[in-house]
C-alpha cells in the first residue's frame, strides 16, 4: 500500500451510445462490472485511498462499489476537469500524487499504474500522462512536447490543426499529478475550446507554462488505452482480456487446445502441464494443480480446487469442490458444495443433491471410493473410504468405509404387457 499516493475515478458519464437502462459502468466485462475493474487495477497498483466521481445512475455504481472507495458528486456534466473539482476536498492539505483514471477503461494493467506514479515520483514530475504511439485516424487528444521532451500540452482532437492532427504520440486520458499544484491548476481552468468544456488536459499546459516539470510515460500495448463505449468495444476488450489471461497461463506451462474457446476468469491459478480442452469455462478463485485434463465443455465454478492429476471430462459442471489427487470425474456429472478424496472414479450422470429448496449442504466422499453411473448423492451426506456406490442408487445416508451401497428399486419383467 502507498499512503502517498490517492486515485480519482471518473465514473459520472452517461454513456448513451450502450444503448441500456443501466449505466454503462455497471455492464460487466468477463465477469465482472467495468467501474470494479478500474477501481480495482487501482488497488492492485498499490493505491487504497480512492475516490469516485459519480453522476448519472450514481446509486447503481456506488452499489458495485460499495465501501471499498468515497465518492463525490458530479450533477453537471462539464467535461474530465469538471469532474476533478467535485472531489477536492478529497485532495486539500494533502500532499503527494494523485492519478486520475477513467471508470470506462476497464484494462489497464495495474503494472502500469504502478509505473506511472514511480516514474512520475522518480522523474520529479508535477504532471505525468500515460500516452501511446498510434498512427491510425482516430479521436484521442494529441501529445505536444518542446526541445527537452517536456509535455507543453495536450490538444483535443477537435482542436487540433492540420499539422497537429500528424502526431502519432496520443493520450490515454490517464494522469498523475502532485496533489498541491493541481488543485492550484484547477482554478486555472477555463472553457473557452471546442466542447465548452472544462478540459482535465489543459493542467498540463499550466503546469509547462509556470515552468514546472511535466512528462509523458509511452504504454507499448495499445489495448491497455481502450475505453468502452457501446456493446461492440464491450465485446472486443473482454476479448483482448481472455486472450491476455489464456496467453499469461500458457507462458507458464499450461496446454490451452483452443484459446478462443476457453474462458478463464480472474485469479485462476493453474499448474504446469495441465492441459485445457475446448469449450472450457473456469470461474475466478479456482485452483487446479499440476498434470490435469479439464474438459471439453467442461463448467469449473467459483470456490473449486483441484488437486494434481485430476481429470474433469466433458459435460462436467463443479462448483465448491475440492477435489483430490487422481480423482476422475470423466462425464456428464454434476458435482456441487462438495469434498472428494483421493484416486475416486464418479460414474457417468453423477450428481450431488446439494439444494433442498431453502438450504445448500455438503457431500463427502472419501478417498478410493467407486461412484457407479447414474447415482444421485442427497447431500448432507459423507461416503467412507473405499466405498462403492451401486449405478442408478439414489443415497440419502451415510454409507461406511469398505461397503456397498444399493438404493435402487427391485427389477419387475411383466412378459407380454405392452402387447395388450
Given at each position: 500500500?502507498?499512503?502517498?499516493?490517492?486515485?480519482?475515478?471518473?465514473?459520472?458519464?452517461?454513456?448513451?451510445?450502450?444503448?441500456?437502462?443501466?449505466?454503462?459502468?455497471?455492464?460487466?466485462?468477463?465477469?465482472?462490472?467495468?467501474?470494479?475493474?478500474?477501481?480495482?487495477?487501482?488497488?492492485?497498483?498499490?493505491?487504497?485511498?480512492?475516490?469516485?466521481?459519480?453522476?448519472?445512475?450514481?446509486?447503481?455504481?456506488?452499489?458495485v462499489l460499495g465501501n471499498d472507495v468515497e465518492y463525490a458528486f458530479q450533477e453537471e456534466m462539464l467535461g474530465t476537469g469538471h469532474a476533478v473539482m467535485?472531489?477536492?476536498?478529497?485532495?486539500?492539505?494533502?500532499?503527494?500524487?494523485?492519478?486520475?483514471?477513467?471508470?470506462d477503461h476497464p484494462i489497464i494493467r495495474p503494472e502500469t499504474l504502478k509505473r506511472l506514479y514511480e516514474e512520475s515520483t522518480k522523474r520529479e514530475e508535477?504532471?505525468?500522462?500515460?500516452?501511446?504511439?498510434?498512427?491510425?485516424?482516430?479521436?484521442?487528444?494529441?501529445?505536444?512536447?518542446?526541445?527537452?521532451?517536456?509535455?507543453?500540452?495536450?490538444?483535443?482532437?477537435?482542436?487540433?490543426?492540420?499539422?497537429?492532427?500528424?502526431?502519432?504520440?496520443?493520450?490515454?486520458?490517464?494522469?498523475?499529478?502532485?496533489?498541491?499544484?493541481?488543485?492550484?491548476?484547477?482554478?486555472?481552468?477555463?472553457?473557452?475550446?471546442?466542447?465548452?468544456?472544462?478540459?482535465?488536459?489543459?493542467?498540463?499546459?499550466?503546469?509547462?507554462?509556470?515552468?514546472?516539470?511535466?512528462?509523458?510515460?509511452?504504454?507499448?500495448?495499445?489495448?491497455?488505452?481502450?475505453?468502452?463505449?457501446?456493446?461492440?468495444?464491450?465485446?472486443?476488450?473482454?476479448?483482448?482480456?481472455?486472450?491476455?489471461?489464456?496467453?499469461?497461463?500458457?507462458?507458464?506451462?499450461?496446454?490451452?487446445?483452443?484459446?478462443?474457446?476457453?474462458?478463464?476468469?480472474?485469479?485462476?491459478?493453474?499448474?504446469?502441464?495441465?492441459?485445457?480442452?475446448?469449450?472450457?469455462?473456469?470461474?475466478?478463485?479456482?485452483?487446479?494443480?499440476?498434470?490435469?485434463?479439464?474438459?471439453?465443455?467442461?463448467?469449473?465454478?467459483?470456490?473449486?480446487?483441484?488437486?494434481?492429476?485430476?481429470?474433469?471430462?466433458?459435460?462436467?459442471?463443479?462448483?465448491?469442490?475440492?477435489?483430490?489427487?487422481?480423482?476422475?470425474?470423466?462425464?456428464?456429472?454434476?458435482?456441487?458444495?462438495?469434498?472428494?478424496?483421493?484416486?475416486?472414479?464418479?460414474?457417468?450422470?453423477?450428481?450431488?443433491?446439494?439444494?433442498?429448496?431453502?438450504?445448500?449442504?455438503?457431500?463427502?466422499?472419501?478417498?478410493?471410493?467407486?461412484?457407479?453411473?447414474?447415482?444421485?448423492?442427497?447431500?448432507?451426506?459423507?461416503?467412507?473410504?473405499?466405498?462403492?456406490?451401486?449405478?442408478?442408487?439414489?443415497?440419502?445416508?451415510?454409507?461406511?468405509?469398505?461397503?456397498?451401497?444399493?438404493?435402487?428399486?427391485?427389477?419387475?419383467?411383466?412378459?407380454?404387457?405392452?402387447?395388450?
Open positions: 500500500m502507498n499512503n502517498d499516493v490517492m486515485a480519482i475515478v471518473m465514473a459520472a458519464g452517461k454513456g448513451t451510445r450502450m444503448k441500456s437502462k443501466n449505466s454503462k459502468l455497471v455492464q460487466k466485462v468477463y465477469g465482472k462490472e467495468i467501474v470494479k475493474r478500474a477501481v480495482e487495477n487501482a488497488k492492485n497498483a498499490g493505491i487504497h485511498n480512492i475516490v469516485a466521481v459519480v453522476g448519472y445512475k450514481k446509486d447503481e455504481v456506488m452499489k467535485q472531489a477536492t476536498k478529497f485532495l486539500e492539505g494533502k500532499k503527494g500524487k494523485v492519478l486520475i483514471l477513467n471508470g508535477y504532471g505525468t500522462i500515460l500516452s501511446i504511439y498510434y498512427d491510425k485516424p482516430n479521436m484521442y487528444g494529441k501529445v505536444v512536447h518542446d526541445e527537452e521532451g517536456k509535455v507543453k500540452g495536450i490538444i483535443e482532437f477537435k482542436d487540433c490543426s492540420t499539422e497537429e492532427l500528424k502526431i502519432n504520440e496520443v493520450n490515454m486520458g490517464m494522469y498523475c499529478f502532485d496533489i498541491e499544484e493541481l488543485l492550484k491548476a484547477l482554478k486555472e481552468l477555463t472553457t473557452d475550446n471546442a466542447q465548452g468544456e472544462y478540459y482535465l488536459t489543459d493542467v498540463i499546459k499550466i503546469m509547462y507554462n509556470k515552468g514546472l516539470k511535466t512528462g509523458s510515460i509511452i504504454v507499448d500495448d495499445y489495448t491497455e488505452m481502450l475505453g468502452v463505449n457501446d456493446r461492440i468495444e464491450l465485446q472486443m476488450i473482454t476479448k483482448f482480456l481472455q486472450m491476455r489471461i489464456n496467453t499469461e497461463l500458457m507462458k507458464n506451462g499450461v496446454t490451452i487446445e483452443d484459446p478462443n474457446t476457453t474462458y478463464i476468469y480472474d485469479d485462476v491459478q493453474i499448474g504446469m502441464d495441465t492441459v485445457i480442452h475446448p469449450n472450457t469455462t473456469i470461474k475466478s478463485g479456482v485452483v487446479i494443480g499440476e498434470d490435469c485434463e479439464i474438459g471439453p465443455n467442461a463448467y469449473i465454478r467459483e470456490g473449486c480446487k483441484l488437486a494434481n492429476h485430476v481429470k474433469i471430462g466433458s459435460f462436467v459442471e463443479i462448483k465448491k469442490a475440492i477435489i483430490g489427487e487422481g480423482t476422475k470425474v470423466p462425464h456428464l456429472s454434476y458435482m456441487g458444495d462438495c469434498e472428494i478424496g483421493e484416486k475416486c472414479n464418479i460414474g457417468c450422470g453423477t450428481i450431488t443433491c446439494n439444494y433442498d429448496g431453502f438450504n445448500k449442504s455438503k457431500t463427502i466422499i472419501g478417498n478410493h471410493s467407486f461412484i457407479g453411473s447414474n447415482v444421485n448423492l442427497v447431500a448432507p451426506v459423507t461416503i467412507g473410504d473405499n466405498a462403492f456406490i451401486a449405478a442408478g442408487s439414489t443415497i440419502t445416508d451415510d454409507v461406511p468405509e469398505d461397503a456397498l451401497a444399493i438404493a435402487r428399486q427391485r427389477q419387475t419383467v411383466k412378459e407380454g404387457w405392452n402387447k395388450k
